[in-house]
């Protein structure tokens, strides 16, 4: 199993800038894909975004892409999301997750088998 601990989550007004952060430790990272997803009030968990275990592909909602970035540094078991031109709609506790199975990608919760504890990003109007 590998442990999660996100960070970087906060307030910040629309059209702001945040960049999470995700910290892994217990295994081979490298061999897992990693994901973010977001989980505003009420709303159920929602993928935001995925990428391969080189970090060579990645994968987008449609509501994040063209402002969100998900990247990668497999040398401090890291992966980040960096979130631009930031909307109300945005707001969410937002998780990292890792791949079940390694050198596998998907974007459905029940492929992921290790999960942080969520950061809160909370974007003002």
């Known amino acids: 199993q590998v442990q999660l601990v996100e960070s970087g989550g906060g307030l910040v007004q629309t059209g702001g800038s945040l960049r999470l952060s995700c910290a892994a430790s217990?295994?081979?990272?490298?061999?897992?894909?990693m994901s973010w997803f977001r989980q505003a009030p009420e709303k159920e968990r929602e993928f935001v975004a995925a990428i391969t275990w080189s970090g060579t592909g990645t994968n987008y909602a449609d509501s994040v892409k063209g402002r969100f970035t998900i990247s990668r540094d497999n040398a401090k078991n890291m992966v980040y999301l960096q979130m631009n031109s930031l909307k109300p709609e945005d707001t969410a506790v937002y998780y990292c997750?890792?791949?079940?199975?390694?050198?596998?990608?998907?974007?459905?919760?029940?492929?992921?088998?290790?999960w942080g504890q969520g950061t809160q990003v909370t974007v003002s109007s």
């Open positions: 997750a890792a791949a079940r199975i390694p050198l596998t990608i998907s974007y459905s919760m029940t492929a992921h088998g290790s």
């Open positions: 217990g295994r081979t990272f490298g061999s897992y894909s």
